[in-house]
T-cell receptor, first 113, second 109 residues
Framework: EADIYQTPRYLVIGTGKKITLECSQT?????MYWYQQDPGMELHLIHY???????EKGDLSSESTVSRIRTEHFPLTLESARPSHTSQYLC????????????FGNGTRLTVT | AQRVTQPEKLLSVFKGAPVELKCNYS??????LFWYVQYSRQRLQLLLR?????SIKGFTADLNKGETSFHLKKPFAQEEDSAMYYC???????????WGAGTKLIIKP
């Protein structure tokens, strides 16, 4: 079934650890996004991609990095996690059209202790 | 600068009462607007979009360019409408979405 998948759903990790949040979609979408969202709060765009080998930083300054080597895969990496990175991370994808909606994953809730 | 404003962080109405979630935008280009909804423990999903001019789950939204608004309305609220609602503006230059801060809607029995 065409969908967008995020793993893990929950992650608790210690300060200084390197982590990678996984995001994969099977819809063939060119555009992919990473948002940061605290529960019930607004969404902040941290990274996006228009296609393979294309990545851009979003509006929110982030110490994370992303890669887009395959169309379906858009992982986000934190080299050294800090308590300030504690948040929910949402991955989304869309067709390359202004009128196409974003399809969101279930999110990864990250806690850095 | 482009901006989306949802003035109410929280809106609480009784079941059966009309609901209006406000969304105002600031944009010099041609606006294209969306409403997204996030039910408890579910992923964020599209509710409706201006281009489709459709009614979803009894909700409608009309683009008012004079008032720069895209308010979401439903004549009779149901308990299952309780959720977080986000208004978003798509830019015509790069298709990026500008998000409102969201409104939490609570339908009281």
């Amino acid at each position: 079934e065409a969908d967008i998948y995020q793993t893990p759903r929950y992650l608790v990790i210690g300060t200084g650890k390197k982590i990678t949040l996984e995001c994969s979609q099977t819809m063939g979408h060119d555009k992919m996004y990473w948002y940061q969202q605290d529960p019930g709060m607004e969404l902040h765009l941290i990274h996006y991609s228009y296609g393979v080998n294309s990545t851009e930083k979003g509006d929110l300054s982030s110490e994370s990095t992303v890669s887009r080597i395959r169309t379906e895969h858009f992982p986000l990496t934190l080299e050294s996690a800090r308590p300030s990175h504690t948040s929910q991370y949402l991955c989304a994808s869309s067709e390359d059209s202004r009128f196409s909606p974003l399809h969101f994953g279930n999110g990864t809730r990250l806690t850095v202790t | 600068a482009q901006r989306v404003t949802q003035p109410e962080k929280l809106l609480s109405v009784f079941k059966g009462a009309p609901v209006e979630l406000k969304c105002n935008y600031s944009y010099s280009g041609s606006p294209e607007l969306f409403w997204y909804v996030q039910y408890s423990r579910q992923r964020l999903q599209l509710l409706l979009r201006h281009i489709s001019r459709e009614s979803i789950k009894g909700f409608t939204a009309d683009l008012n360019k004079g008032e720069t608004s895209f308010h979401l309305k439903k004549p009779f609220a149901q308990e299952e409408d309780s959720a977080m609602y986000y208004c978003a503006l798509s830019l015509d230059s790069n298709y990026q979405l500008i998000w409102g801060a969201g409104t939490k809607l609570i339908i009281k029995p």
